[in-house]
């Protein structure tokens, strides 16, 4: 029998399985933007430029952005009276806000009632208590002491400006030296320190009364309106400039650091003109700063006149406006101080909003201020160290007549409804918050 020896077959490799098709991942759909709501007048000033070089700011561009009869109507408010003003805002707002803006207009038109606080008249100085209080300070703080009182008691020098109005500056001295004495009494002196130099209110005014200041600046002047107005913050009055978002900055940094406010308006007297507040920002004496500041019948200080123009250009910085102009309204409104807006060859804008109102007084008081448009109550926040400026229809005049105004809410009474108020046309009052509800438009507040 034949052996065959057969060979092995090698193992035949499985049949490959169809792969499982790769699933597609899936679709992302780029977001959409929501659409860009269509600024109101209001909102084309408040609006922040985060500009590169060469851009235009973006409120500019958000007046390009508006349809061109809102922007006609908006640009065509350039008549020569504040009413016509309003007149196209608030046709504007009807047409844009509707209703809501015609059920608030007749209550926001209507008189601005406010009344002057019964203030009792301060108690004469016992001389025994002068002395009294002197015997405490430190030899220093009495040599600081008596160096202010001295300049306050220098007679006027007839080299200085302002000679036209010697006799009320002899006056306005022989109050500040009267404040002085009360400030120590009420033991006000030598005071809390200023937050950047850490040097108290009695060592800032020592200072002042002997520090080099630009050509026109008499630092006796300035001093006196210091001692006056740390010690009694209503004395601080805008006078007859739109300037009241500065004046009641003023009033609450006087109120509360009296010792930094006297450090600022130092800055601003002395030659270089310059100081740097907490926050950084750099306040600048105005180029316009002597504006009326000779006239006997403005009623802003030589302490007013460097610090409210420099602030409200701080304010138009911070916001990213314009340039304020400094200067006394004829019978133009649009001729006067305010923010001079650069579309627009000629037109100045009074005033400022909360918002940028807010951002000085984060740099003046270290507060954590915050501003707004609009209704609320914001006043009902205010007390001793915790002071509301409240922008307001301040129309005195009568019906149908726009007057903003900024007020300093300085506390709230819940049972008589009753808001204490400064008011930087150098008056203290109380008004109703009825009326205060009534006529807001926004507020600025820590």
């Not at 609006?47 to 908006?74: M, S, V």
């Not at 940094?253 to 030659?271: C, D, F, T, V």
């Amino acid at each position: 029998m034949d052996k065959r020896i057969t060979q092995p077959q090698a193992p035949q490799p499985a049949p490959k399985l169809p792969e499982p098709p790769k699933p597609e991942p899936p679709k992302v759909e780029a977001p959409k933007e929501a659409p860009k709501p269509e600024p109101k007048p209001a909102d084309l000033l408040a609006l922040e430029t985060e500009a590169k070089p060469d851009e235009p700011p973006a409120w500019q561009k958000a007046i390009a952005d508006l349809p061109e009869a809102g922007a006609g109507a908006f640009l065509a408010a350039t008549g020569p009276t504040l009413s016509s003003v309003v007149e196209q805002g608030a046709n504007w707002l009807k047409e844009k806000a509707g209703q809501l803006w015609e059920d608030h207009k007749p209550e926001f038109f209507k008189p601005f009632e406010i009344e002057r606080a019964a203030v009792p008249p301060a108690a004469p100085i016992d001389p025994k208590d002068v002395e009294a209080h002197l015997a405490q300070l430190t030899p220093e703080q009495r040599q600081q002491y008596d160096a202010v009182m001295a300049r306050l008691k220098e007679p006027e020098d007839p080299t200085q400006p302002c000679t036209e109005l010697s006799g009320k500056l002899q006056q306005r001295q022989e109050q500040a030296q009267v404040a002085l004495q009360r400030m120590l009494v009420e033991g006000k002196l030598p005071g809390p320190t200023d937050p950047v130099a850490g040097k108290t209110l009695l060592e800032n005014l020592q200072t002042l009364s002997s520090q080099p200041t630009a050509p026109g600046i008499d630092n006796k002047r300035v001093l006196t309106d210091v001692v006056l107005e740390t010690q009694n913050p209503a004395r601080i009055a805008q006078g007859s400039f739109n300037c009241c978002g500065a004046g009641s900055a003023e009033q609450v940094l006087a109120s509360q650091n009296p010792s930094e406010y006297a450090r600022i308006a130092s800055g601003l007297a002395s030659p270089e003109g310059k100081v740097t507040t907490q926050g950084g920002l750099v306040l600048e004496r105005h180029p316009q700063w002597d504006c009326a500041v000779n006239d006997a019948n403005n009623d802003r200080s030589l302490t007013g006149s460097l610090m409210m123009p420099a602030m409200m250009q701080a304010m138009n910085h911070l916001g990213n406006l314009g340039t304020y102009e400094n200067k006394q309204a004829g019978d133009n409104p649009f001729a006067g101080d305010g923010t001079k807006v650069p579309l627009i060859d000629g037109l100045v804008v009074p005033g400022v909003l909360p918002q940028n109102q807010a951002a000085l007084l984060r740099n003046l008081t270290g507060q954590p201020y915050e501003g707004e448009l609009g209704q609320g109550d914001a006043w009902k926040q205010a007390g001793p160290g915790h002071y509301v400026t409240l922008a307001v229809n301040y129309n005195t005049g009568g019906e149908n007549s726009p007057q903003p105004h900024y007020l300093v809410a300085t506390g709230y009474d819940p049972v008589t409804h009753k808001v204490s108020i400064l008011n930087p046309h150098g008056k203290v009052q109380v008004v109703d918050e009825a009326m205060l509800r009534d006529h807001m438009i926004g507020a600025t507040y820590p």
